[in-house]
């Protein structure tokens, strides 16, 4: 089934976003899969998920091969926001307390931390120059209503999981730096901080090769055959045998190819804008002085950030058109939106603009784990909008259990319960769409 326009799927092509024209050379000469060969675990995806898996599973001794459809970090984790922060799921805690239990909620929290920890730790380890910024993440109130909300989530924190955060005055983001005129409060968590999306990408597979993983860009996944011998993947230009493998492929998955994935997830847009440099009189003109995090409290979020060097990040979800012609459109929204957000930038010029997805599941929370009986076929997947921690997290959670069967049972509940399908998947296109309609309404309310 095509859920995306083939204009988003220009593999041969890198996006053009800011990450590469500011990123580190990759450094490594690697070449598409080529004639035949065979390894123990193929994997499929070279982003945060899969190349974590990678290095996992390289690091313990396992031949392993990638397969990247473009070049390494083409998809969501080359052109993310840069936000390892946590959030990965759309599912109220009221609701995953209720659906999962108490003890699994507090266990994905807690595993949501590690996630951010374990970027930090990555870039430590493999000296990869993140970018990282000052730590924290601040929910913005759009509406006064929500500043009530707030203070509920602030208690509900504190109680459940431990976690101490600040509830904001409009005053006080004023002495912040996070300053706005739709902004009337904020909820301040202490985890989270910005990172260059595509410098760590591209230091993750420098750490995978040096471990030992095959790493193979431009060879995009064409046919995949299995037998009770393993699995046959087939590119432009080779086979690849393998007795298992993981799809790490997210938002971008072809369901047609990797079919126990067919009627599972729901690719969604995210568009980002860039702007040129700002000057210090320019940040304090507007208030906005911080690198925090930052998103505010609309379904439909908008999510933003000062860049190290001064240039200023900003983020939106909505949309279902992913032609190359409804580009332009989306631009000039996404434009509008900063300016209204952002008065006193209206004249900074807007340098970069791009767009990619983001990956849904029906039950709104992560999957990691087997896809068959015979746990010959794993996944992790659908971090809703928040991969770049998770991600990392879930690839090597993955390589993990797939070698250690008693690792499942270490594994928060929430992301390993199952990997649903939505009834009547043909309608998915039609499920967001109905679903930006009643967040449009939500969020003005």
């Known amino acids: 089934m095509q859920l995306v326009h083939p204009d988003a799927l220009h593999f041969e092509t890198p996006v053009e976003s800011y990450w590469e024209a500011s990123a580190d050379p990759l450094g490594l000469s690697l070449s598409p899969l080529a004639g035949d060969a065979s390894c ?6 070279g982003g945060f998920t899969g190349l974590s898996a990678a290095l996992e599973l390289a690091g313990r001794g396992v031949d392993v091969r990638l397969l990247e459809a473009g070049h390494i970090g083409w998809g969501a984790s080359g052109r993310n926001g840069g936000f390892a922060c946590i959030g990965s799921h759309k599912l109220s805690y009221g609701t995953m307390i209720s659906r999962y239990g108490l003890e699994a909620t507090i266990a994905f929290y807690n595993a949501m931390k590690d996630s951010v920890a374990l970027v930090a730790e990555n870039a430590e380890r493999h000296g990869i120059d993140i970018w990282k910024t000052v730590s924290g993440e601040v929910t913005l109130a759009h509406l006064p209503n929500r500043m009530d909300e707030f203070r509920d989530d602030q208690r509900f924190y504190r109680e459940t999981f431990g976690e101490e955060n600040e509830v904001l005055s409009r005053g006080e983001l004023v002495e912040r730096g996070l300053a706005g005129p739709e902004f009337h409060g904020g909820l301040l968590g202490p985890v989270g901080f910005g990172v260059h999306p595509l410098n760590y990408v591209r230091g993750l597979a420098r750490a995978a090769h040096a471990a030992g993983a095959g790493l193979h860009p431009r060879s995009r996944l064409l046919r995949w055959e299995e037998s009770v011998g393993g699995h046959r993947l087939v590119t432009a230009g080779g086979t ?4 298992r493998v993981i799809v790490c492929t997210n938002g971008y998955t072809p369901e047609d190819v990797s079919t126990r994935h067919a009627g599972r997830i729901i690719p969604a847009l995210s568009s980002i804008i ?16 911080t690198e925090t995090l930052a998103y505010d409290s609309r379904n439909l979020l908008h999510y933003f950030r000062l860049l190290p060097g001064g240039r200023f990040l900003f983020g939106g979800r909505g949309g279902t058109d992913s032609s190359a012609a409804a580009a332009p459109a989306y631009r000039a929204f996404m434009t509008e939106t900063f300016h209204r957000m952002f008065p006193a930038w209206k004249h900074a010029e807007i340098t970069h603009y ?7 599941a029906h039950d709104r929370v992560p999957y990691v784990g087997a896809l068959d009986d015979r746990k010959t076929v794993w996944t992790a ?3 809703h909008g928040n991969g770049v921690a998770m991600g990392s997290w879930s690839g090597r959670a993955v390589a993990r259990m797939m070698l250690d069967e008693g690792a499942r049972a270490a594994m928060p509940g929430v992301v390993t319960r199952r990997l649903a399908r939505f009834p009547l998947p043909a309608f998915r296109p039609l499920y967001l769409k109905g679903a930006y309609v009643w967040f449009g309404w939500q969020d003005r309310h």
Do not use: H
């Open 240 to 243: 690849l045998a393998a007795r």
């Open 40 to 45: 123990d675990v193929a994997v499929i995806g």
């Open 381 to 383: 997947l659908a971090y």
């Open 354 to 360: 791009w767009r990619g997805f983001v990956c849904l």
């Open 274 to 289: 860039v702007t040129r440099p700002l000057s210090q009189d320019e940040l304090k003109a507007q208030g906005w002085t």
